[in-house]
């Protein structure tokens, strides 16, 4: 006595969601199928369309549905500009500052050895080809502050300078409204090693 | 600026999971159109099967890839005796016992007024039906010990009390291998009320 064949199958493949272990994949299966078939539906095909349809802009890696994504194909950017983040809502977050006029360009991950995540696996190979195209002047790291994303900010650091070309990382410090009282000492310390001196007028 | 519409599309489809809030379905997303694209392409193809090929047992309820499920058409089950339980997981279990040779009614629920799940969307009617067809001689009512399993056990009690079926409960008491030390007080207050007297030979 075991479960239907689909519903086995269904289960099954809810697990290849990160996260999602068997107890969890069960109760989505019978979710779906019992309570919201509609829902499972549009997930379904959801799925499908995005599998089709979705690609990865040439220039800058985020995910598109045009060879060219409309952000590499505006003629208003800073194109001598050109911002490395990790994954397309860092992207998202950037545009968001509207503070950022340059271009980017997205690692979809992050260097994790232990994980299998290589220079191969976040595309250095095609950021390094994308910031020697002699307009890039300047690349902004904006990887995260963790250790896999200071470790990737590094390893671009190197690769870049030994190709001549100027880098940049974006500020750590105290949160806009941080309290020094609730700040981890770690980010406390960095903000005093990076205090900007205050010109005297 | 936004995602692109089909990534967009997923993300909001995902969340049609239950338990998934929006990152868990932004990471997901991301996963599999970055990570795991067979997994994603065997998932949108599984819910498509599950959806269109299993239904419900007519007899059962249970879900099924046939009219009448294989437990239902077997001719070694004892059709007197009908289980009913809350989920298709629960059946297994009974099933895993190798102690039970009834047959089953599974309610794909439990009572549950506060998510409006009422006793239409339980099947109360085609369990009474279920019940009366003058072979069934006893109900074993297997749901959960939670105040949800408890509450659908005593509204089906009523009801088939009421059409002159016989009903009973699975027994409450200290699990199998469990220490007296770390059972909570409910349990074994219920044990001591259950108890068994051992007849002197
Ligand atoms: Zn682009
Ligand atoms: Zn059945």
Do not use: W
């Not at 075991?2 to 272990?21: E, F, N, Q, V």
């Not at 997930?43 to 549905?65: K, Q, V, Y």
């Amino acid at each position: 006595m075991k479960s239907p064949t689909r519903l086995a199958d269904l289960i099954t493949a809810l697990r290849t969601l990160p996260g999602i272990g068997p107890k969890s994949a069960q109760r989505m299966a019978y979710h779906l199928l019992q309570r919201d078939r509609k829902g499972a539906a549009k997930l379904g095909a959801a799925i499908d369309r995005a599998l089709t349809e979705l690609m990865h802009c040439e220039l800058c890696n985020d995910f598109s549905e045009t060879p060219i994504c409309p952000v590499c194909a505006s003629n208003e950017r800073d194109t001598s500009q050109l911002a490395v983040v990790e994954m397309p809502t860092d992207l998202l977050m950037m545009e968001h500052t509207q503070n950022y006029h340059g271009l980017y360009f997205v690692l979809m991950g992050r260097l994790s050895p232990l994980d299998g995540i290589g220079p191969r696996e976040i595309h250095l190979d095609r950021l390094i080809q994308r910031a020697s195209n002699g307009v890039v002047q300047e690349v902004i790291l904006a990887t995260n502050f963790t250790m896999e994303g200071e470790a990737t900010a590094h390893a671009i650091t190197e690769l870049l300078h030994a190709r001549g070309i100027a880098v940049s990382r974006i500020a750590r410090g105290i949160p806009v409204g941080g309290e020094l009282e609730h700040i981890d000492s770690g980010t406390l310390a960095q903000a005093l090693t990076d205090r900007r001196r205050y010109d005297s007028k």
